[in-house]
Antibody, heavy 119, light 106 residues
């Protein structure tokens, strides 16, 4: 079964760093763009950026450029989303997703990682 | 950035009735439009892509239409499991989502 499994919920303080992960199973990991999507509490979906693990080509939405870093480790079949200095406004659910069966749309999603940033 | 605007924000419908959701793009996205369903505590689920193609396993009561800047998602006869939030997404130029339409029980 094609699936994405994300790391568990995190509670952090403002200014701390964080790296969350998304591991892929049962698909050619180096052949699909992997996206990170943010959903703030009670709000809609925002695509943060995408990475192609095959060559590490990474692209960011303008709103997230410079705010987060997306990376991938092909040997671990794992994609990462990291922050170097969290803010309270980073409190959100974060999803990874891939366009597996349908082109350019996200038909396989991870279960989500809740990040809470609070002093 | 292409802005996607969904209407209405909330749609109150009785089970068995038809629901029609709208999505407008700030510029043409051709047929590069998808619809997702999200239930509380769950990840989004792809319903429709290419404006009108149902994703694998999606029931025939879900149908999509439109092209250019105006799109619709129709649920022909609402079932209890269809009460959720629905998002449109364009993928013609990067990816942007609408703000969502909540379909609630009337």
């Amino acid at each position: 079964e094609v699936r994405l499994v994300q790391s568990g919920a995190e509670v952090k303080k403002p200014g701390e760093s964080l790296k969350i992960s998304c591991k892929g199973y049962e698909f050619l990991y180096n052949s699909y763009w992997i996206a990170w999507v943010r959903q703030m509490p009670g709000k809609g979906l925002e695509l943060m950026g995408i990475i192609f693990p095959g060559d590490s080509d990474t692209r960011y939405s303008p709103s997230f450029q410079g705010q987060v870093t997306i990376s991938a480790d092909m040997s671990l079949r794992t994609t990462y989303l990291q922050w170097s200095g969290l803010k309270a406004s980073d409190t959100a659910m974060y999803y990874c997703a891939i366009p597996h069966y349908a082109p350019d749309v996200f038909d396989i999603w991870g279960q989500g990682t809740m990040v809470t940033v609070s002093s | 950035e292409i802005v996607m605007t969904q209407s209405p924000a909330t749609l109150s419908v009785s089970p068995g009735e038809r629901a029609t959701l709208s999505c407008r793009a700030s510029q043409s996205v051709s047929s590069n439009l998808a619809w997702y369903q999200q239930k509380p505590g769950q990840a989004p689920r792809l319903l429709i892509y290419g404006a009108s193609t149902r994703a694998t396993g999606i029931p025939a009561r879900f149908s999509g239409g439109g092209s250019g800047t105006e799109f619709t998602l129709t649920i022909s006869s609402l079932q209890s499991e269809d009460f959720a939030v629905y998002y449109c997404q364009q993928y013609n130029n990067w990816w942007t989502f609408g703000q969502g339409t909540k379909v609630e029980i009337k």
